[in-house]
């Protein structure tokens, strides 16, 4: 049969299940969007800017079913989306990148959008294929789609010439897609004994990644069945409820939350499952788990790279916790304290909410009263999207996540600017629950205008800016040291009328005072499916945990001589300013 690579792509997408495709067309990929503008289960979504297409194919795959794709134009629209689609590699989400690519008919040199779109994007993703002939074009979709999912997972990018997109070409009739599983051959001595180590302890303790967000309730079982304390990584946060009594805060040591620090202090048995133990999950490596390390990961790269293990298990953590869970139960009965661990994570968690609480926030918003609101009013099940910075730490230690993949927030390749697009995003491929993002004021500049987007679909998110004027994360650290906020401190924005310009409601809390009836008329706003801009006059004059621990981690590590010229420096700076 004969047709056109328009088509063929238009259908290998709706068999692996494409909902959304987001992008801009150009006149290398207009037939693709022509094709699916007549797909009844693909709905190619306009965004303002690519970066914001990416981001938002990340928060597709996060927080749903499905595969978030980008179907962009070539060159222009690749390094746009570069940094949502290096976000998504590092943070290990699939997504799948279908762009036009210049004719291959064509003998002219100096053709629109003509680079290497494959140098560029290698860093970035799991493969790359440029496609040559109409015949490949869906087996080299289903392989991407299969890539995309397979170990770690991660983005996969397909280029589609187009003058195959445009003309028809000879295929045989394509086969329907079938997914296909693929398993590790699970280790079953190695979970003997690492089963025999943990109920061995005397102080077990879990620390779970993004990797485990699927087997929240293998975690919780291990954990009641251990009475161990739970910490999750940053990107992890979801994967164990919050307001389990084993559930301990973010991270574990010096620049954890009080309740995971004191939880883990004497831990004696570590059972880490699905993080890489990267630079954020650490606290720039501050951390130090136990000898007895039980390392769990899909990826067998990460095992022994930061922290050495005395156990590795390779596989999909669904499964080898549940092998663990069975080896666990024919040990012996569960292990219980009488409740003693639970009723101390809890009475650290109070202590620290308190400290919050007294905190003299003067006439701004107390971020620990914004999250306590904000947490009573929303839903268990709601969606909490942090951007990267000072409000997203103040979220990771204030703000309790209830349910899986209740949290995400662009962690690894640590780019700001997620958040709006990933809001917007989120709201699309989950209509029925709350959606809600906590985003820094720089962070809010760089892709405000994906709101509009928002406003154009009906979707009702809500933009919660933390505004401080500041880049904090980085005026924070340039306080001490430089006595100076070079480049740090903001223009003034009037976020008003981003939302007149986009559409959107626009609330202003400026006082902690305003926090109960703020977040009531967002919400209200949002479930009428108007997405609303808040304007949250935030106080940052308190630091997080992991602030100050990461600060101490770095300077300790600093050699005498360095560590006294950057003392003597902040010193000279404080004296003549
Ligand atoms: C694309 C990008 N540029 C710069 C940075 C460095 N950076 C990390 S956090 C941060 C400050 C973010 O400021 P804001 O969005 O206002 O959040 P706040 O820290 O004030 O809560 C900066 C500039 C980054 N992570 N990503
Ligand atoms: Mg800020």
């Known amino acids: ?39 009844g289960s693909i709905q190619p979504v306009l965004v303002t800017h690519e970066g914001g297409a990416a981001f938002m194919a990340d928060a597709i795959s996060r927080t749903s079913g499905n595969l978030g794709t980008l179907l962009i134009v070539p060159a222009a629209g690749v390094t746009h989306a570069a940094s949502g689609i290096g976000e998504a590699f590092l943070d290990g989400i699939p997504m799948l990148i279908i762009s036009g690519g210049i004719r291959t008919d064509s003998d002219k040199s100096y053709q629109l959008h003509d680079v290497d779109q494959h140098a560029l994007l290698a860093p ?13 074009i869906v087996p080299t979709i289903y392989e991407a789609f299969h890539i995309a999912h397979a170990g770690e997972p991660g983005p ?45 302890a005397n102080n ?37 409820p919050a307001n389990h009594p084993l559930h301990t805060g973010m991270s574990f040591g010096k620049a954890s939350v009080p309740a995971s620090e004191n939880a883990f202090k004497h831990c004696d048995c570590m059972l880490a499952v699905a993080t890489r133990f990267a630079e954020i999950a650490t606290a720039s490596y501050g951390v130090e788990p136990p000898e007895k390390l039980i390392h769990m990961d899909i990826n067998p790269n990460v095992f022994n790279a930061n922290y050495p293990a005395e156990i590795t298990l390779e596989g999909d953590s669904k499964d080898l916790l549940k092998e663990l869970l069975i080896a666990l139960r024919a040990l012996g009965e569960p292990k219980t304290d009488g409740g003693t661990l639970a009723a101390s994570i809890s009475k650290d968690k109070a202590a620290y909410y308190e400290e919050w609480f007294k905190h003299d926030s003067v006439d701004r918003v107390n971020p620990a009263r914004f999250f306590a609101e904000l947490r009573k009013q929303l839903d268990d099940n709601a969606i909490v999207v942090a951007d990267d910075g000072n409000h997203t730490f103040l979220a990771a230690e204030l703000m309790p996540i209830h349910t899986s993949r209740g949290f995400i927030s662009p962690t690894d390749f640590n780019s700001m600017g997620y958040a709006t697009p990933a809001v917007t995003a989120a709201k699309l491929a989950n209509r029925d629950k709350q959606v809600v993002g906590i985003i820094g004021d720089g962070a809010f500049l760089m892709t405000c205008m994906e709101t509009l987007t928002a406003s154009s679909l009906d979707l009702g998110g809500v933009y919660f800016i933390f505004n401080d004027g500041e880049l904090s994360q980085i005026s924070q650290a340039q306080e001490i040291p430089y006595n100076r906020k070079t480049c740090s401190v903001l223009h003034e924005a009037r976020f008003r009328g981003v939302a007149e310009a986009t559409g959107c409601e626009f609330i202003c809390i400026s006082k902690t005072s305003g926090c109960k009836e703020g977040i009531r008329q967002a919400l209200e706003y949002a479930a009428q499916d108007r997405p609303v801009i808040v304007d949250v006059r935030v106080d940052y004059s308190k630091r997080t945990r992991f602030t100050k621990g990461i600060v101490k981690t770095n300077l300790e590590r600093f050699s005498m001589g360095n560590k006294a010229r950057f003392v003597g420096r902040a010193l000279l700076r404080k004296v003549t300013g």
Do not use: C
């Open 204 to 240: 077990p303790g879990l620390f779970v990644g993004w990797g485990a967000v699927d087997a929240t309730e293998e975690l919780v079982s291990i954990a009641e069945f251990l009475n161990a304390p739970v910490s999750t990584t940053l990107q992890g946060l979801s994967t164990f």
């Open 124 to 136: 970035i993703t799991k493969k790359t294929y440029k496609i040559a002939t109409h015949g490949q």
């Open 1 to 39: 049969m004969k047709r056109s690579g328009a088509w063929l792509v238009r259908y290998a997408l709706e068999q692996v299940g494409v909902s959304y495709t987001f992008g801009i067309p150009g006149v290398h990929n207009t037939e693709i969007y022509d094709e699916l503008n007549k797909s």
């Open 156 to 200: 996969v990018f397909v280029e589609v010439p187009v003058n195959l997109q445009l003309f028809p070409g000879e295929v045989s009739l394509p086969a329907a897609f079938a997914s296909a599983k693929e398993s590790v051959v699970i280790d079953h001595e190695a979970i003997q004994k690492a089963a025999r180590a943990l109920y061995d």
